[in-house]
């Protein structure tokens, strides 16, 4: 086995993990790897094994079998070298209710043995001006930005997100992404879990889909979307209706679907099939009412895959 640090650009190393409670295999035999400064997404429906595969990897569940390495130390093996290094935030966190943000990250740094200054850390995540507030009187969205400022109390090289932002309304979780993608900007490598298609796409340099405790697809979004048979669909008006069999064998159109608005054609290369389809509607003389081009998302990639919906 290569030792992680002979490749210094892979901060965590994931071999053969599993995990099995009684008769349930919550992780099932899955490896890969993490690259220094990337955002690494987890992705994949609740159950599906996601929360488990941290928990090995931060070193707070011993794996049925397997090994995990962070920063080029074993997770089992050394625990404590790598949780002085990394940053977690669990899906659920309980706050001492009496004590304010300030105090509850000054308490939190003395378990380290590097820290941040609370202030510096509250004004990261814009809740300076609650440092002598209590947590139980901050917003839902606030509360998930403090929960993530108390993951960098130690100054972590790597930081672990499980569902940051389950429970917000959508404004609050596009305000928790930017912090999110101001933490890698800084420099840190973070690894997050999430259910939500359009967060893994917005803020991962690469995802690994996982369902049933396997890794059943793991690359950037672009390139998992473009592994799709048909990654575009591209919608016209009812007046084509009577020419789906001339749409059917325009360049790149794997098939054409007749519709109650008009015609869907599932294309292999939208930038071959519309140039195409607009030749074709000069030449026949036609005029669309409607003409759009939908790209295919990981909603569709995790149902090509595994055959049943991401939100299930």
């Given at each position: 086995?290569?030792?992680?640090?002979?490749?210094?650009?892979?901060i965590i190393q994931v071999d053969d993990?599993?995990?099995?409670?009684?008769?349930?295999?919550?992780?099932?035999?899955?490896?890969?790897?993490?690259?220094?400064?990337?955002?690494?997404?987890?992705?994949?429906?609740?159950?599906?094994?996601?929360?488990?595969?941290?928990?090995?990897?931060?070193?707070?569940?011993?794996?049925?079998?397997?090994?995990?390495?962070?920063?080029?130390?074993?997770?089992?093996?050394?625990?404590?070298?790598?949780?002085?290094?990394?940053?977690?935030?669990?899906?659920?966190?309980?706050?001492?209710?009496?004590?304010?943000?300030?105090?509850?990250?000054?308490?939190?740094?003395?378990?380290?043995?590097?820290?941040?200054?609370?202030?510096?850390?509250?004004?990261?995540?814009?809740?300076?001006?609650?440092?002598?507030?209590?947590?139980?009187?901050?917003?839902g969205g606030q509360q998930q930005r403090?929960?993530?400022?108390?993951?960098?109390?130690?100054?972590?090289?790597?930081?672990?997100?499980?569902?940051?932002?389950?429970?917000?309304?959508?404004?609050?979780?596009?305000?928790?992404?930017?912090?999110?993608?101001?933490?890698?900007?800084?420099?840190?490598?973070?690894?997050?879990?999430?259910?939500?298609?359009?967060?893994?796409?917005?803020?991962?340099?690469?995802?690994?889909?996982?369902?049933?405790?396997?890794?059943?697809?793991?690359?950037?979004?672009?390139?998992?979307?473009?592994?799709?048979?048909?990654?575009?669909?591209?919608?016209?008006?009812?007046?084509?209706?009577?020419?789906?069999?001339?749409?059917?064998?325009?360049?790149?159109?794997?098939?054409?679907?007749?519709?109650?608005?008009?015609?869907?054609?599932?294309?292999?290369?939208?930038?071959?099939?519309?140039?195409?389809?607009?030749?074709?509607?000069?030449?026949?003389?036609?005029?669309?009412?409607?003409?759009?081009?939908?790209p295919s998302n990981l909603e569709d990639?995790?149902?090509?895959?595994?055959?049943?919906?991401?939100?299930?």
């Amino acid at each position: 086995m290569t030792d992680p640090l002979d490749a210094p650009d892979i901060i965590i190393q994931v071999d053969d993990l599993s995990k099995r409670y009684e008769d349930l295999r919550a992780v099932d035999g899955i490896t890969f790897a993490v690259e220094r400064g990337e955002v690494f997404g987890i992705l994949g429906p609740n159950g599906a094994g996601k929360t488990t595969t941290l928990e090995c990897i931060e070193g707070l569940v011993e794996p049925t079998k397997g090994r995990t390495t962070v920063l080029g130390f074993d997770t089992q093996r050394e625990p404590q070298k790598v949780k002085q290094r990394i940053g977690v935030q669990l899906q659920a966190s309980a706050y001492f209710d009496h004590l304010t943000l300030r105090e509850i990250l000054d308490l939190f740094g003395m378990f380290y043995d590097r820290r941040v200054d609370p202030i510096e850390l509250l004004e990261q995540v814009n809740l300076a001006d609650r440092a002598d507030t209590t947590v139980n009187k901050l917003s839902g969205g606030q509360q998930q930005r403090f929960t993530i400022a108390a993951t960098l109390v130690n100054d972590p090289e790597v930081v672990f997100l499980d569902e940051p932002t389950t429970g917000l309304d959508p404004q609050a979780r596009r305000s928790l992404w930017s912090f999110v993608q101001g933490i890698n900007g800084a420099g840190r490598t973070v690894v997050l879990t999430t259910h939500y298609m359009e967060e893994a796409e917005y803020l991962c340099d690469r995802i690994a889909i996982m369902d049933q405790g396997r890794i059943v697809a793991l690359d950037t979004p672009v390139n998992l979307v473009r592994s799709l048979p048909v990654p575009y669909q591209i919608k016209v008006g009812p007046e084509c209706l009577d020419a789906v069999d001339e749409l059917r064998v325009l360049a790149a159109v794997k098939e054409a679907i007749s519709e109650d608005t008009g015609v869907r054609l599932l294309s292999a290369d939208a930038s071959i099939t519309v140039p195409a389809l607009m030749e074709w509607a000069r030449a026949s003389g036609r005029d669309f009412s409607h003409l759009e081009v939908v790209p295919s998302n990981l909603e569709d990639v995790f149902l090509s895959i595994t055959g049943h919906a991401l939100r299930e």
